[in-house]
């Protein structure tokens, strides 16, 4: 243990001490200023201190925590709750992250800002809140509710849809935090947001197409079918499925290909696609296949290619079984940046 620090961390929230333990420990206002001028020493906030090296060795994940503790220490709100995208990192919910990093909290009396960081002003009832370690935190379905508020609509039912297939938030934890402010700016979105999610979306790529496919007006797809069984054989599990026009969707991500899951063979992925692409077109079955760009800058030409498969006529071949899934496969977390960037 680094001997800078006022007394040997038994845990990683000792790593941030303040002034007055400083003080505690036998440094003196001198030695303290000696400490941080030299860099030995990092002031998180005014007064709550890190010791550099030990800052330094930790992870992204164990420096968001430290930040955050210091910042609750600095603030010493007991009735603040960590809450939004802060919330959201703190539960590992698949939230998009704002591009500033600004630790989000919540207060039932008062309203602060400063650097890095903003506490809004809210209600926050009894249940609304639990505690990860020393940190006081929303729970998971007013996390979700608060960053629907306030992210895009693909976004929130993506975050949802997420956490519904994880079973760690049911849709009636959200309704009931919908009806505990209906008018509260933001709501009506987080409503909408909810009536959209599905807990078989398996990606961020699945249920953004989903939103926009709907809001384009196309026919509501069926989702994870067990599309494809030829005889006893399942040769394929779409990701969305038109029955009566015997279309399949395929949300593609470059990991899909690049870093498969369950540590499977790149190459070996790429042909068991592209075999299973081939017999579900041998009975009939169209492919349509959707990457990230489809659901921005390309989604004009994915929706109007849609629309004249839809006005094709359905092949007479139907060789094929369609067999919808009740609920979606848990699959690894990954990094949303990386995800949104190649379609994960």
Known sequence: MDALQPRPATS??????????ARAAGRTEEEIRALLTSGRWTALRRGQYCVTADLEAATDARRFHLELLALQRHLDRPTAAASHTTAARLHGLEVARPTADVHRLTDPDRWRAGRGYRMT???????????????NVTRVARTLVDCARECSEIDAVAAMDDALLREEVTPTQLRAVLDQAPFTRGMPAARRALAQADGRAESWLESAWRVRHLAAGLPRPGLQVEEIWIGSRLVKVVDGWLPDHAIAFECDGKVKYTDPYRGRDP?????????????????GIRVVRVVTSDVFSGWPALAARTRRELVSPVPALRAFRAVPRVAGRVRPRRDRSMSRADGG
């Open 12 to 21: 990683w929230t000792e790593l941030v001490f303040s002034r007055a333990q």
């Open 121 to 135: 002003r809210a209600a926050l009832r009894p249940d609304d809140v639990t505690r990860l370690g020393p940190i």
């Open 267 to 283: 190459a070996e992925v790429l042909w068991r696609e592209k075999r299973a692409e081939d017999l579900m077109r041998s009975v």
